[in-house]
């Protein structure tokens, strides 16, 4: 009896054992797959952002080109219907016109009404489809003008990421969003507290914007000040975070005209004032990224506007 005890607690401690190590096999497996899970995640909302912004701009057109591609497809049936009528008509046209009898020159005139008409039916169905040709090469040339917007704003964007590099460790940086481009620069680069003169740091790079911006002319140019939540208690011309949030847009755009190839007309300064923020006013770093300048670049789209309208 003692041995087959001995026995069973020398079988529970081995079972006791084996358990534990399989355990921490599977915590071990758990942990990698659930990192990698993390990982392939963040890659899907990557992707699927990227598949957004690219079916966006084509998604309305699509869906206008199938709906012509259907009107045309009907039509074209109904063309092929009508001229099988047609050669039937004329068939029997033909045959009619060779009796000489009464009822069948009546007839026969008859069918020559009906090929009259269905000859101003082709002619309607003929011009239906020379618009519908039209309306599909409006289409493709309007594809095409996106493209090149597109593409002329991934060239403007990689110029200024390049030029504006010196500049991106002093609060500056270059993106694109929403078919614009945005280059942000904070207040320890342009301005000192409560100031609107800028410095001359943040010439320099105004500077390089103005350069840049003279040989792309097909860009129209906001300014727009921000500030953080702190009241601003100034004297003189200036009142509130209103008023300086407009100065500083308006000393931004006069630095740009120092350059003799922009048009004044492209430039819109505004001021946000402190109802923009892009990080919490609760500290100051937050603070400090909600004082900026932001300069929003937006592609002309007179051509393709034009196309619309006259469509």
Same mark, same amino acid.
């Given at each position: 009896?003692?041995?087959?005890?001995?026995?069973?607690?020398?079988?529970?401690?081995?079972?006791?054992?084996?358990?534990?190590?399989? +355990?921490?096999?599977?915590?071990?497996? +758990?942990?990698?797959?659930?990192?990698?899970?993390?990982?392939?995640?963040?890659?899907?909302?990557?992707?699927?952002?990227?598949? %957004?912004?690219?079916?966006?701009?084509?998604?309305?057109?699509?869906?206008?080109?199938?709906?012509?591609?259907?009107?045309?497809?009907?039509?074209?049936?109904?063309?092929? #219907?009508?001229?099988?009528?047609?050669?039937?008509?004329?068939?029997? +046209?033909?045959?009619?016109?060779?009796?000489?009898?009464?009822?069948? #020159? +009546?007839?026969?005139?008859?069918?020559?009404?009906?090929?009259?008409?269905?000859?101003?039916?082709?002619?309607?169905?003929?011009?239906?489809?020379?618009?519908?040709?039209?309306?599909?090469?409006?289409?493709?040339?309007?594809?095409? %003008?996106?493209?090149?917007?597109? #593409?002329?704003?991934?060239? %403007?964007? @990689?110029?200024?990421?390049?030029? %504006?590099?010196?500049?991106?460790?002093? @609060?500056?940086?270059?993106?694109?969003?929403?078919?614009?481009?945005?280059?942000?620069?904070?207040?320890?680069?342009?301005?000192?507290? @409560?100031?609107?003169?800028?410095?001359? @740091?943040?010439?320099? #790079?105004?500077?390089?914007?103005?350069?840049?911006?003279?040989?792309?002319?097909?860009?129209?140019?906001?300014?727009?000040?921000?500030?953080?939540?702190?009241?601003?208690?100034?004297?003189?011309?200036?009142?509130?975070?209103?008023?300086?949030?407009?100065?500083?847009?308006?000393?931004?755009?006069?630095?740009?005209?120092?350059?003799?190839?922009?048009?004044?007309?492209?430039?819109?300064?505004?001021?946000?004032?402190?109802?923009?923020?892009?990080?919490?006013?609760?500290?100051?770093?937050?603070?400090?990224?909600?004082?900026?300048?932001?300069?929003?670049?937006?592609?002309?789209?007179?051509?393709?506007?034009?196309?619309?309208?006259?469509?």
């Amino acid at each position: 009896m003692k041995k087959i005890v001995v026995f069973l607690i020398i079988l529970s401690v081995l079972s006791s054992c084996v358990s534990s190590k399989k +355990y921490k096999e599977l915590d071990d497996k +758990y942990i990698k797959m659930r990192s990698e899970n993390v990982e392939l995640k963040d890659q899907l909302d990557s992707l699927s952002n990227n598949q %957004l912004k690219c079916l966006s701009t084509l998604e309305r057109l699509q869906i206008q080109y199938d709906n012509l591609q259907n009107k045309y497809s009907t039509l074209n049936k109904l063309y092929q #219907a009508k001229e099988n009528t047609y050669k039937k008509l004329k068939a029997s +046209y033909d045959a009619l016109s060779k009796s000489s009898s009464q009822t069948l #020159a +009546y007839e026969a005139k008859k069918n020559q009404e009906l090929l009259e008409q269905l000859n101003q039916k082709q002619k309607e169905l003929a011009k239906e489809r020379a618009e519908l040709d039209e309306q599909i090469k409006k289409i493709k040339h309007l594809e095409d %003008l996106i493209a090149k917007k597109d #593409a002329k704003l991934n060239n %403007l964007k @990689g110029s200024l990421t390049r030029a %504006l590099d010196k500049f991106k460790n002093q @609060g500056l940086k270059v993106t694109r969003k929403n078919g614009k481009i945005y280059i942000s620069m904070e207040n320890k680069l342009l301005f000192d507290s @409560g100031s609107w003169k800028i410095k001359p @740091g943040g010439r320099d #790079a105004i500077k390089t914007i103005a350069n840049i911006l003279s040989i792309n002319p097909d860009v129209e140019v906001m300014i727009e000040g921000h500030t953080d939540n702190v009241p601003y208690h100034g004297k003189g011309q200036i009142k509130d975070n209103w008023d300086l949030s407009v100065k500083r847009a308006t000393s931004v755009v006069r630095q740009l005209l120092k350059n003799e190839h922009i048009d004044p007309k492209r430039l819109i300064p505004a001021g946000r004032s402190k109802y923009l923020p892009v990080a919490d006013n609760s500290t100051p770093q937050g603070r400090a990224k909600n004082r900026r300048i932001e300069v929003i670049l937006t592609p002309r789209l007179d051509e393709i506007m034009d196309l619309l309208n006259n469509d």
